[in-house]
């Protein structure tokens, strides 16, 4: 076939291209199956869960992946540390809230930084913490973030605000699964392009039983 050959032929002489592609249909086609999948449990009500054991790192890998492309254009490396514990999870849920987080990261984080997530268990609960330096949070914002339709002041100023509904949204996905998000806020102020930042840290709290 023709057509298939002269597809062929163009990835062939255009990798990298080909692979940038790859990674915007994955994101785009991630951002689709999201909004679906929390359309009957957020917006009908029907907040039904069923959890499963998962291996943590696993599922924010999945996550991850769609999003390497962005981070790259930003010069910024995630690293994630190794983990082989597995607890309880909604995975249709979970996965939709790593989504809106990490979406929320590679808008905001600082250019040409690193990126860390980490784990530890802390009083029956498994603790997954995103570290990095993203753009500055007032204080008195540190809960009004995950509120619906909330954007924060610098991120209006940087004109990257969207319709402040995916940290609500996370944060709605993660209770559903008896968890917890928060944030500790950076208070030293890093400026950078006329932009302030500041290190930030994301902590979902997950309980390591299935009640």
Do not use: W
Request: hydrophobic share 35%; charged share 25%.
């Amino acid at each position: 076939d023709k057509s298939f050959k002269d597809v062929e032929n163009f990835i062939r002489k255009n990798i990298e291209r080909t692979a940038q592609s790859i990674f915007r249909i994955s994101k785009d086609l991630y951002e689709i199956k999201a909004e679906f999948s929390i359309y009957d449990k957020l917006i009908k009500g029907e907040e039904k869960v069923s959890k499963r054991l998962y291996n943590i790192r696993d599922v924010i890998m999945i996550v991850l992946y769609p999003f390497f492309e962005d981070f790259n254009k930003k010069g910024v490396v995630v690293n994630v540390d190794d983990y082989y514990e597995s607890i309880p999870v909604d995975f249709e849920t979970f996965q939709v809230a790593l989504y809106h987080i990490i979406e929320n990261a590679s808008k905001y984080i600082k250019n040409n930084t690193n990126a860390h997530i980490s784990f530890r268990v802390e009083e029956e609960c498994q603790l997954i913490e995103l570290k990095m330096q993203s753009l500055y949070i007032n204080p008195e914002e540190q809960d009004k973030i995950f509120n619906e339709g909330y954007s924060g002041t610098y991120a209006q100023r940087a004109k990257l605000n969207g319709e402040g509904i995916g940290m609500y949204r996370a944060k709605r996905l993660i209770e559903l699964n008896n968890g917890t998000l928060s944030v500790i806020l950076g208070t030293n102020k890093i400026s950078s392009n006329n932009l302030d930042y500041a290190t930030n840290i994301f902590i979902i709290s997950l309980p390591l039983s299935n009640e």
